[in-house]
T-cell receptor, first 111, second 114 residues
Framework: GDSVTQTEGPVTLSEGTSLTVNCSYE??????LFWYVQYPGEGPQLLFK?????EKGSSRGFEATYNKEATSFHLQKASVQESDSAVYYC??????????FGDGTQLVVKP | EAAVTQSPRNKVAVTGGKVTLSCNQT?????MYWYRQDTGHGLRLIHY???????EKGDIPDGYKASRPSQENFSLILELATPSQTSVYFC?????????????FGEGTRLSVL
């Protein structure tokens, strides 16, 4: 079945350093890919989505490219801030609109 | 403004009791979803629905039922609650069936089964 695997956390970084959270997926279909962010006590919220292969999504300085050949969708940010501390989820939507999430990656940014 | 509202926000139940978690969306979305969130497991899909009267099993449906009586409302029912169902439950709604609109999540319900 469909699955999503992402970097195991926690990931601890200093402010101003770069971030990469790896995400790989398995599906026999043509998925839409998402990155969500979750802050403590809240529900996950969409960071951005990419519906088509070889396209890039971005928001708030975060970006990811839908790499169909490598079945990857890695999240990157050039310079993290303390306010970026949160849990990040990679997800895919299959052709039946079922949404599957990875296990989440906790990011801790130290000032 | 698009919204997904869950109730209750917190619930304590006894083992063997019946629990109903409710979800309401004002987004006119066709699809609705129930997930549970546990440390180390991320978000796991329990049940989902394509519209009023429709319910489908997700990855972990055992011990749960779902009901979608209207476009706006989607309930998750635990007929005989067990301590292993202690978790945080999230409801989400999304567009569909072909536009893959990203699901919008509620704030969650924290359930403790004693």
């Amino acid at each position: 079945g469909d699955s999503v695997t992402q970097t195991e956390g926690p990931v601890t970084l200093s402010e101003g350093t770069s971030l990469t959270v790896n995400c790989s997926y398995e599906t026999k279909q043509y998925p839409t890919l998402f990155w969500y962010v979750q802050y403590p006590g809240e529900g996950p919220q969409l960071l951005f989505k990419v519906p088509k292969a070889n396209e890039k999504g971005s928001s708030r300085g975060f970006e990811a490219t839908y790499n169909k050949e490598a079945t990857s969708f890695h999240l990157q940010k050039a310079s993290v801030q303390e306010s970026d501390s949160a849990v990040y989820y990679c997800a895919l939507s299959d052709n039946n609109n079922r949404i599957f999430f990875g296990d989440g990656t906790q990011l801790v940014v130290k000032p | 403004e698009a919204a997904v509202t869950q109730s209750p926000r917190n619930k304590v139940a006894v083992t063997g009791g019946k629990v109903t978690l409710s979800c309401n969306q004002t987004n006119n979305h066709n699809n609705m979803y129930w997930y549970r969130q546990d440390t180390g497991h991320g978000l796991r899909l329990i049940h989902y629905s394509y519209g009023a009267g429709s319910t489908e099993k997700g990855d972990i449906p055992d011990g749960y039922k779902a009901s979608r009586p209207s476009q706006e409302n989607f309930s998750l029912i635990l007929e005989l609650a067990t301590p292993s169902q202690t978790s945080v439950y999230f409801c989400a709604s999304g567009g569909g069936p072909y536009n893959n609109q990203a699901p919008l999540f509620g704030e969650g319900t924290r359930l403790s089964v004693l």
